[in-house]
């Protein structure tokens, strides 16, 4: 089996109801030998191809090949869709010493209490309204694709409901973290499910642990990462559909990437089947990673005590609400000693949504709501919540690309629910289309039209068929230059000065076609 580090992911839309071994045959002439075919995910009409490569993800020479392959099948006119699944280094978290703790970060010297984020999120205002039959989400359940889980004394087993647990990764039923780096990956990420999990359904001690938002939900581990910078995405596509599979409620996504159509294709079933589907909207980079980019996904920006924007924060227009990311008190590691210790991310904002979720949805009962709105509308009735005057605190001088603002619990327990008629559709979910051009705007928060011809002008195109058909062969190439190549992202957002020069974009990740009409 090829190690994931060493292999190339093309995902493909077949015109035709061709089995797999009609798509291997196809894969084999136009690819050659040694290519793996199977169904993305169960009753997927997507196919996935696999294959060997010599280099490692995360190089430019991994990313050409990769897309050389994927313009090959989309050349071949067997499938309507065609696109690589390539890891791009997005989401990069700053370097932590010895002691676990951020050299550059101002909490260090001025730390925030345990409890801070209880206290302004108004969290035990909030337990003291619900039941005890729904306290704490009592009958949730969280799917979190993520690095897996540890047995960490502030996460404990409590919360965790491992008969459902599912590593997509080495495909077994096992998603435990054993916190060994893989040295193939760069930034590798072990310990990071624990830290995200532990805000959500951490058992910690009040006094010197983590308590989580919904410490009586139940959260089920999908390993589905291995980096903190790259995903392979039909990976994440993999862990929203078992998630659905096995019965969640809530998925909480601390992770971003290119995406694919595929992905955003898997959390439409989700969001159909009556789940609140929400991801990170990335650090560093400011760009909105996929999936928060996507219209039928949640994103959420992090706030820190408070409630200062986290510079770091990605934002735009596709993100929806904040919650606190920054300073957050976490369940770590130091090497493989557990500890309590802060960190900063969106990771930890999502994260803290969905306990808001997981809330939400105990509070009114989530089958009650699903007979009020129909499943495929309970994340249309959240996201309306949300958005009533009260549920979110929106302090002076807030940027509203961080969202509406900051959720407070209490307000959004006690807000009423919407009408039916009511519900939010523009921006929540299957309101617009997927391709290139749409994908891109969300991402950088710039109008699609203003990025169709930003396009026009960089791929040098003589007309509008000439513009479509390159967009349609190499649309997750111009995605993934997007991230890879800040320049590039910056370029499509503005319009071209008369006579100015073009920007140069580095083409070292894409294919010799792409390469040539971006050249300057």
Same mark, same amino acid.
């Given at each position: 089996?090829?190690?994931?580090?060493?292999?190339?992911?093309?995902?493909?839309?077949?015109?035709?109801?061709?089995?797999?071994?009609?798509?291997?045959?196809?894969?084999?002439?136009?690819?050659?030998?040694?290519?793996?075919?199977?169904?993305?995910?169960?009753?997927?009409?997507?196919?996935?191809?696999?294959?060997?490569?010599?280099?490692?993800?995360?190089?430019?020479?991994?990313?050409?090949?990769?897309?050389?392959?994927?313009?090959?099948?989309?050349?071949?006119?067997?499938?309507?869709?065609?696109?690589?699944d390539v890891p791009v280094p997005?989401?990069?978290?700053?370097?932590?010493?010895?002691?676990?703790?951020?050299?550059?970060?101002p909490c260090v010297n001025n730390?925030?209490?345990?409890?801070?984020?209880?206290?302004?999120?108004?969290?035990?205002?909030?337990?003291?309204?619900?039941?005890?039959?729904?306290?704490?989400?009592?009958?949730?359940?969280?799917?979190?694709?993520?690095?897996?889980?540890?047995?960490?004394?502030?996460?404990?087993?409590?919360?965790?409901?491992?008969?459902?647990?599912?590593?997509?990764?080495?495909?077994?039923?096992?998603?435990?973290?054993?916190?060994?780096?893989?040295?193939?990956?760069?930034?590798?990420?072990?310990?990071?499910?624990?830290?995200?999990?532990?805000?959500?359904?951490?058992?910690?001690?009040?006094?010197?642990?983590?308590?989580?938002?919904?410490?009586?939900?139940?959260?089920?581990?999908?390993?589905?990462?291995?980096?903190?910078?790259?995903?392979?995405?039909?990976?994440?596509?993999?862990?929203?559909?078992?998630?659905?599979?096995?019965?969640?409620?809530?998925?909480?996504?601390?992770?971003?990437?290119?995406?694919?159509?595929?992905?955003?294709?898997?959390?439409?079933?989700?969001?159909?089947?009556?789940?609140?589907?929400?991801?990170?909207?990335?650090?560093?980079?400011?760009?909105?990673?996929?999936?928060?980019?996507?219209?039928?996904?949640?994103?959420?920006?992090?706030?820190?005590?408070?409630?200062?924007?986290?510079?770091?924060?990605?934002?735009?227009?596709?993100?929806?609400?904040?919650?606190?990311?920054?300073?957050?008190?976490?369940?770590?590691?130091?090497?493989?000693?557990? &500890? $309590?210790?802060? *960190?900063? #991310?969106? %990771?930890?904002?999502? !994260?803290?949504?969905?306990? /808001? +979720?997981?809330?939400?949805?105990?509070?009114?009962?989530?089958?009650?709501?699903?007979?009020?709105?129909?499943?495929?509308?309970?994340?249309?009735?959240?996201?309306?919540?949300?958005?009533?005057?009260?549920?979110?605190?929106?302090?002076?001088g807030w940027d509203p690309d961080?969202?509406?603002?900051?959720?407070?619990?209490?307000?959004?327990?006690?807000?009423?629910?919407?009408?039916?008629?009511?519900? &939010? $559709?523009?921006? *929540?979910? #299957?309101? %617009?289309?997927?391709? !290139?051009?749409?994908?891109? /705007? +969300?991402?950088?928060?710039?109008?699609?039209?203003?990025?169709?011809?930003?396009?026009?002008?960089?791929?040098?195109?003589?007309?509008?068929?000439?513009?479509?058909?390159?967009?349609?062969?190499?649309?997750?190439?111009?995605?993934?230059?997007?991230?890879?190549?800040?320049?590039?992202?910056?370029?499509?957002?503005?319009?071209?000065?008369?006579?100015?020069?073009?920007?140069?974009?580095?083409?070292?990740? $894409?294919?010799?076609?792409? #390469?040539?009409?971006?050249?300057?």
């Amino acid at each position: 089996m090829v190690d994931s580090a060493h292999q190339i992911r093309v995902v493909v839309l077949p015109k035709s109801a061709a089995n797999n071994a009609e798509i291997g045959k196809i894969a084999q002439a136009e690819l050659g030998g040694g290519w793996h075919v199977q169904r993305l995910t169960r009753g997927s009409r997507l196919v996935l191809i696999t294959g060997a490569s010599e280099h490692t993800v995360g190089t430019p020479e991994h990313a050409r090949e990769s897309h050389e392959a994927a313009l090959a099948l989309y050349r071949s006119k067997q499938f309507s869709r065609v696109e690589a699944d390539v890891p791009v280094p997005v989401d990069v978290e700053p370097g932590v010493d010895a002691t676990g703790a951020f050299g550059d970060d101002p909490c260090v010297n001025n730390p925030p209490p345990l409890d801070w984020v209880h206290k302004i999120l108004q969290w035990p205002e909030a337990m003291a309204e619900m039941s005890d039959a729904t306290r704490g989400g009592k009958g949730i359940s969280v799917g979190q694709p993520d690095s897996g889980y540890t047995l960490h004394p502030n996460l404990g087993t409590a919360g965790l409901d491992l008969t459902r647990d599912r590593d997509v990764i080495d495909n077994d039923d096992d998603a435990i973290d054993d916190l060994i780096p893989n040295p193939s990956w760069p930034l590798p990420n072990p310990g990071h499910g624990t830290r995200t999990a532990s805000v959500i359904v951490g058992q910690g001690a009040p006094t010197e642990g983590i308590v989580g938002l919904a410490g009586r939900a139940l959260l089920v581990p999908i390993r589905a990462t291995e980096s903190v910078v790259q995903v392979f995405d039909s990976d994440v596509a993999k862990a929203v559909a078992h998630a659905r599979q096995v019965g969640c409620h809530v998925v909480s996504m601390s992770l971003g990437g290119k995406g694919f159509f595929g992905l955003k294709g898997e959390i439409q079933r989700a969001v159909d089947a009556g789940m609140i589907v929400m991801a990170a909207a990335g650090n560093y980079v400011r760009t909105v990673t996929a999936p928060a980019s996507y219209d039928n996904c949640l994103a959420v920006a992090a706030t820190g005590p408070g409630d200062t924007l986290w510079v770091d924060s990605s934002r735009g227009i596709a993100v929806d609400v904040s919650m606190p990311g920054a300073c957050v008190h976490v369940a770590a590691y130091n090497d493989k000693t557990p &500890v $309590v210790r802060m *960190a900063n #991310g969106t %990771s930890y904002a999502v !994260a803290h949504l969905a306990a /808001a +979720a997981a809330l939400w949805l105990a509070y009114h009962g989530r089958q009650a709501l699903i007979n009020k709105y129909g499943a495929k509308r309970i994340q249309a009735a959240f996201l309306t919540t949300l958005r009533w005057p009260g549920v979110c605190v929106v302090p002076a001088g807030w940027d509203p690309d961080y969202g509406v603002g900051r959720v407070d619990l209490l307000a959004l327990l006690k807000a009423p629910l919407p009408r039916p008629q009511d519900l &939010v $559709v523009v921006g *929540a979910f #299957g309101a %617009s289309d997927d391709d !290139a051009i749409s994908r891109i /705007a +969300a991402m950088i928060s710039a109008d699609p039209v203003r990025v169709r011809i930003r396009l026009a002008e960089l791929l040098k195109v003589s007309d509008h068929d000439e513009l479509n058909l390159t967009i349609a062969e190499h649309e997750g190439e111009l995605v993934y230059l997007v991230l890879a190549d800040r320049v590039f992202a910056e370029s499509l957002a503005q319009s071209a000065a008369i006579g100015a020069f073009p920007p140069k974009v580095s083409v070292a990740g $894409v294919t010799s076609d792409l #390469g040539v009409r971006l050249a300057t």
